[in-house]
């Protein structure tokens, strides 16, 4: 039977990863985001991006960084061979919202996301079970989970209503 090829691979091992590490994280009290896998000369780096309602601090990082490291040590088919590095963090403010989580965790910050044929930005007011809520230029708009497509944090300098010191 011929080897798989190296993009098929790489993506066996990162679902392998998830399933594998995905208990061991929410587990603990954080949510699994995504694991990448690379070549870095005779390593593997590991990266693991886990987040949490509230963010996710340094006491946070170490704890879920022991307990993969853990977890692959001692899986047998962990989809890499060898020695690896592991590197364990939140994801940045370019992540997709894509998941309810993710737009509930967005409360308050400026987004841009497609609804439909129209891409809206607008600060987001509330997520619940039927959608997003969005203030766009004043006016409040209800996006059903449905008619949202991915959403993009606005990175922001200084918010327009913030008040000066």
Do not use: C
């Amino acid at each position: 039977m011929a080897p798989a090829p190296a993009g098929r691979a790489a993506a066996n091992a990162r679902e392998h990863l998830l399933h594998t590490l995905r208990p061991v994280v929410e587990g603990i009290g954080y949510d699994l985001e995504d694991v990448t896998v690379t070549s870095a000369g005779r390593r593997s780096l590991v990266r693991v991006s886990v987040d949490a309602d509230g963010g996710i601090d340094l006491d946070a990082v170490a704890e879920v960084s022991r307990a993969v490291s853990e977890a692959l040590d001692a899986e047998d088919d962990s989809g890499f061979a060898g020695p690896y590095v592991l590197e364990v963090s939140s994801p940045g403010v370019d992540r997709p919202l894509t998941e309810p989580r993710h737009w509930r965790r967005a409360v308050g910050r400026l987004v841009e996301v497609s609804v439909g044929d129209a891409t809206l930005t607008g600060r987001v007011v509330a997520a619940d079970d039927a959608g997003v809520t969005l203030d766009v230029s004043g006016d409040r708009r209800e996006v059903g989970w449905a008619s949202l497509g991915r959403g993009r944090v606005q990175v922001e300098f200084s918010r327009a209503d913030a008040k000066e010191d």
